[in-house]
């Protein structure tokens, strides 16, 4: 079993920034990727950005060289760094962590809002 839980969401104003927090707890040795997910209302659920055990990333082509995806092994925490944040970016965030012989974990959401 996994835990995770995720922090950092606020209210921003366009242009600014902030950085969300993923902690994994339980039986983290196994876990194989990490990867933040959001929804906006109305929209579907889409992946911003992951990272696998091996320190790969990838991005959505709309976080591209403004989101940074990083990770903090002795902390079992991932970090979704967001700069020059958009209206758009407003949704909640989720962490999805895979582990083991393909178990996928949640985290309960963290709201990100952005004002114009």
């Known amino acids: 079993q996994v835990q995770v839980v995720e922090s950092g969401g606020g209210l921003v104003q366009a242009g600014g920034s902030l950085r969300l927090s993923c902690a994994a707890s339980?039986?983290?040795?196994?876990?194989?990727?990490i990867g933040w997910y959001r929804q906006a209302p109305g929209k579907q659920r889409g992946l911003v950005a992951v990272i696998n055990s091996g320190g790969i990333t990838n991005y959505a082509d709309s976080v591209k060289g403004r989101f940074t995806i990083s990770r903090d092994n002795a902390k079992n925490t991932v970090y979704l760094q967001m700069n020059s944040l958009k209206p758009e970016d407003t949704a909640v965030y989720y962490c999805?962590?895979?582990?083991?012989?393909?178990?996928?974990?949640w985290g309960q959401g963290t709201q990100v809002t952005v004002s114009s």
């Open positions: 339980g039986s983290t040795f196994s876990i194989n990727v």
């Open positions: 999805s962590i895979v582990a083991g012989p393909g178990f996928v974990y």
